[in-house]
């Protein structure tokens, strides 16, 4: 089973990013997959996740409005678009893949706002 994030990096206040997580080594389209995040210092929490076949979603309120999940099954791959970040987004996304018995962790991508 693996899940490799990508796309983190540096940006500026009001910029964007798009992270994108690959999986592997089960059955994608009946887990709900998630991103959360982790700042040092702080534990790590729910951003954002989405059902599957449904793709039903839910935010955090703090990124509600700025950030979107989303889902492609037949890539076995989910997103988060990042829009007008904030440095108070500045952290380590890790994606999570749930299933009815079991889940997968990545191993999180940085996201950096700063000027």
């Known amino acids: 089973v693996q899940l490799v994030e990508s796309g983190g990096g540096l940006v500026q206040p009001g910029g964007s990013l798009r992270l994108s997580c690959a999986a592997s080594?089960?059955?994608?389209?009946?887990?709900?997959m998630s991103w959360y995040r982790q700042a040092p210092g702080r534990e790590r929490y729910l951003v954002a996740g989405?059902?599957?076949?449904?793709?039903?979603?839910n935010y955090a309120d703090s990124v509600k409005g700025r950030f979107t999940i989303s889902r492609d099954n037949t890539k076995n791959t989910v997103y988060l678009q990042m829009n007008s970040l904030k440095p108070e987004d500045t952290a380590k996304y890790y994606c999570?893949?749930?299933?009815?018995?079991?889940?997968?962790w990545g191993q999180g991508t940085q996201v950096t706002v700063s000027s």
């Open positions: 999570h893949a749930r299933g009815r018995i079991e889940e997968h």
């Open positions: 080594g089960f059955t994608f389209s009946r887990y709900t």
């Open positions: 989405i059902s599957s076949p449904a793709g039903s979603t």
